[in-house]
């Protein structure tokens, strides 16, 4: 099942049909009401895990070539640049409830729902890796590694907009006010007025931006031992 590029293309394609074809569309539901809301979960779970796992052995197992583009040493910027704000959004993200997450929609009825990262997008982690993704592709421009960081662009940014639907559909009466304060795209609430940057940054607090800042350095100087790969533009 890997070790061919059209290996790599089914997985990919797998890993979209189980988020947008089930977990995205009035499947879901069906299946929540025929297994019940914790077993549909575990199952998904399962299911989505082995996705992206058969997604991560198709690309290692995919050929190196064709190369699309070639954009070294000049590409290795982008990920310089983006990796701190996908890490602020990632774990701003992770360590604060998000009324669009499983489990915690009751948080949609509080007086204010969006605080912290919430307040530069009502999607942090999903924007952290979506960000992460495009951020990788663009420098690898073989065609293995445009699949595998676009597929994986496309379930995160993708599924935002999936997630905002199915939102307006299932509880509009409390969406609405909270779709009204915040923004999908990174920082367009703020930047229309909707939304403060200082207190984003006030209520991140120092210890998640300081987290943010070590995870990113740890990440940057260990990447050659993790990955394989060097993240700097000069070398």
């Known amino acids: 099942m890997v070790g061919s590029m059209w290996s790599l293309v089914a997985a990919g394609a797998f890993l979209l049909l189980t988020h947008f074809g089930i ?15 914790g077993p549909y979960r575990g ?5 989505a895990f082995a996705a992206l796992f058969w997604l991560i052995l198709a690309y290692n197992a995919a050929p190196p070539f064709p190369v699309l583009w070639d954009l070294h040493p000049y590409g ?12 602020v959004l990632l774990v701003g993200g992770l360590s604060a409830p998000n009324p669009t997450a499983a489990g915690w929609e009751r948080d949609l009825h509080e007086p204010e729902p969006a605080r912290g990262a919430l307040r530069i997008t009502r999607h942090p982690v999903m924007w952290a890796f979506g960000l ?8 690898n421009g073989d065609l293995a590694s445009v699949l595998f960081f676009g597929f994986l662009a496309v379930l995160a940014l993708g599924g935002t907009i999936f997630i905002d ?6 509880r509009p009466a409390v969406f609405a006010p909270f779709e009204l304060k915040t923004s999908n795209l990174p920082f367009l609430a703020i930047l229309q007025g909707r939304q403060e940057l200082g207190r984003a940054v006030r209520e991140l607090g120092f210890w998640r931006l300081a987290g943010a800042v070590a995870l990113y350095a740890a990440l940057l100087h260990g990447h050659r031992f993790l990955f394989g790969a060097v993240p700097f533009p000069a070398t």
């Open 43 to 47: 199952v998904f779970s399962l299911v």
């Open 76 to 87: 290795s910027y982008l990920p310089i640049i983006l990796m701190p704000v996908a890490l």
């Open 132 to 139: 992460w993704a495009v951020a990788h592709m663009v420098p």
């Open 165 to 170: 639907a199915r939102n307006r559909r299932s």
């Open 23 to 37: 977990a995205s569309t009035g499947l879901r539901g069906r299946l929540v009401d025929a297994m019940g809301e």
